[in-house]
């Protein structure tokens, strides 16, 4: 599961229902209120604004957006364990995405995401464990961008988490700073860079995984019937708080500037605490 010892994860977005509600009466301000549920390990997600309105709704910007926000947060608390644990599992819901958009990617991009997701989420030679998840994600990202992944590195931020997960070794703040840089630094960089020219002749390039994550969302959407069509198409034309940590909803005029924009995330000076004061919060 992954709400667990004690801890939320907290999904977090404006109230559609509400924003629909002033637009009906007319109001000359959009009235704007705080929607938040849990992340589970359910692919849906209940949440409830401070007005009563409950909806379910399946995240567009994919679980590992609320998940490593939920590190960040528990680092600035001084929660160190759940901080390490939470980072981790978010960089491996990411490489599940991963997975998924590219077999959707070679399947020609079919318009119900659904049967797909469920296949390939599924299978255990893909998804059996975390080595495979890594094994499988390596040779993808090497595939989709050209790039080897820096295996030093992975195998340092996998270090850091298994002497804290399996060995209950207690996490010093160094290491899970480190940890939550690196891993926030590899998820910006891996989804920004799998991009290309939606068609010939384009000259603004765009990235794959919001395309992908979009889609997959429309299709749980008319696959089931727990949330109002009219309501999720709201909820996805929003930007989620959590989104904002990402670059991958940025467009760019040409690979250098890509390549710039991926240098800078590289080289600059982090630290989890000031990429947690980055984390919006919204204001009903």
């Known amino acids: 599961m992954i709400e667990k010892d004690g801890f939320t994860i907290e999904y977090e977005t404006i109230c559609p229902e509400c924003m629909i509600e002033s637009y009906k009466t007319g109001s000359v301000r959009c009235q704007v209120s705080r929607l938040t549920g849990t992340i589970t390990d359910d692919d849906f997600v209940k949440a409830t604004c401070q007005h009563g309105h409950t909806i379910t709704i399946f995240p567009s910007e994919g679980k590992y957006t609320f998940i490593l926000a ?22 491996e819901d990411f490489m599940k995405l991963y997975i998924q ?34 094994g499988a994600y390596a040779y993808l990202y090497q595939v989709n961008t050209g790039i080897i992944i820096n295996q030093n590195k ?12 399996h060995a209950a070794k207690l996490p010093k703040a160094n290491d899970v700073d480190k940890l939550l840089v690196e891993i926030y630094r590899h998820i910006s960089i891996a989804s920004i860079g799998w991009s290309r020219f939606p068609k010939p002749g384009d000259k603004i390039l765009k990235q794959w995984l919001p395309d992908y994550k979009r889609q997959l969302s429309n299709a749980m959407r008319n696959a089931s019937d727990m949330a109002a069509t009219g309501v999720q198409d709201s909820t996805n034309q929003l930007t989620q708080s959590t989104t904002i940590l990402f670059p991958d909803m940025l467009r760019f005029d040409s ?7 991926i240098k800078t995330i590289s080289t ?4 989890a605490s000031t990429i947690a004061e980055r984390i919006p919060k919204l204001q009903a």
Do not use: C
């Not at 690979?255 to 924009?261: E, I």
């Open 255 to 261: 690979p250098d500037q890509l390549n710039t924009m």
């Open 268 to 271: 600059e000076p982090e630290s």
């Open 154 to 165: 992975f195998e340092e931020m996998s270090h850091i988490r298994d002497s804290i997960i």
């Open 101 to 134: 958009a590219s077999a959707w990617v070679s399947k020609g991009q079919p318009a119900d995401a659904k049967a797909l997701y469920e296949s390939v989420s599924s299978n255990k030679l893909l998804m059996g464990n975390s080595t495979r998840i890594i």
């Open 70 to 91: 939920h590190a960040f947060r528990n680092f600035q608390a001084g929660q160190l364990y759940e901080a390490a644990s939470s980072g981790y599992a978010a960089l």
